[in-house]
């Protein structure tokens, strides 16, 4: 897979964070934001219109804490299932609530302080990655969690099992962006490292948009950057590019 061409103005950019904007650590509150992310991220959006959303499994709030992003900044949150469009509005999915799902999965939590449980506010998500060999016991937990809930999917992401609205998914949301302004009517791009990223590149390929699968691993991805880092280094080309290019008129 090749590495991405540079946007032009009639673009509209998503980025997953997770694995994407910034590296995997070992535990979600322990990630380092690069300083110069916020402002670059929002420089680029300018550029675009405001055509640039963060879509994201994590909750909307936490990305809105690591990022520091204005309030009108496009975000999607625990997949899709809570999202904020460019006018700052948030639509949340109702979810049925996940207390009789949550045993389970709290009794092995506290068996194995090594776990982290997450909650969301749609959904729970089950961390082994300083307890690999929980693997299986996470599933099998994570598993009777989805028994006893209604409406709702499991995903094995990276180190992780969670579970989360059937309904929501990434590509779900970048489609709603894209029926609404300043998306509407531009070509789509993600940016992605895991298995919720796949369901965001088929819609967007679907649609004559582009691909981008962060690090290795199979992907329905057409284009690839190595890690993080080099997203970080696509933005600054991208943002250089973009500055030095005429204004086009994108239909509204
Ligand atoms: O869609 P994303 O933005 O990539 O979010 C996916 C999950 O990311 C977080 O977990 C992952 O990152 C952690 C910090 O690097 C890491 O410790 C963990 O092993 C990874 O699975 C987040 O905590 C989850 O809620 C997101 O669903």
């Known amino acids: 897979m090749l590495p991405p061409d540079l946007p032009d103005r009639a673009s509209a950019l998503f980025f997953d964070f997770d694995g994407t904007l910034v590296e995997l650590a070992p535990q979600p509150e322990a990630v380092h934001v690069?300083?110069?992310?916020?402002?670059e991220l929002s420089r680029l959006g300018g550029l675009l219109g405001g055509a640039l959303a963060i879509v994201s499994g994590r909750p909307l709030a936490d990305i809105d804490h690591h990022l520091a992003l204005?309030?009108?900044f496009g975000v999607a949150g625990v997949h899709g299932a809570e999202r904020r469009g460019a006018d700052g509005v948030v639509r949340r999915m109702a979810v049925p609530?996940?207390?009789a799902a949550l045993a389970p999965v709290?009794?092995?939590?506290?068996r194995h302080p090594m776990l982290r449980l997450e909650r969301k506010p749609a959904g729970l998500a089950l961390h082994y990655r300083q307890a690999p060999a929980l693997e299986d016991a996470c599933?099998?937990?994570m598993s009777e969690a989805l028994a006893r809930s209604e409406g709702m999917a499991l995903m094995h992401g990276k180190m992780v099992v969670e579970i989360k609205p059937r309904r929501a998914s990434k590509?779900?949301?970048v489609r709603s962006f894209l029926d609404e302004r300043p998306f509407?009517?531009?070509r789509p791009w993600f940016f992605g490292d895991d298995v919720t990223d796949e369901a965001a590149f088929e819609f967007v390929l679907s649609v004559g948009g582009v691909a981008v699968k962060v690090g290795p691993g199979e992907s329905l991805a057409t284009h690839r950057l190595a890690d993080p880092a080099a997203v970080r280094g696509w933005i600054a080309r991208a943002t250089s590019a973009l500055a030095e290019t005429p204004v086009e008129r994108v239909s509204p």
């Open 171 to 173: 590509g779900a949301a």
């Open 70 to 72: 204005p309030p009108r």
């Open 106 to 110: 709290q009794a092995l939590a506290e």
């Open 139 to 141: 599933l099998a937990a």
């Open 97 to 99: 609530p996940l207390d």
């Open 184 to 186: 509407r009517h531009r």
């Open 34 to 39: 690069d300083p110069a992310l916020p402002g």
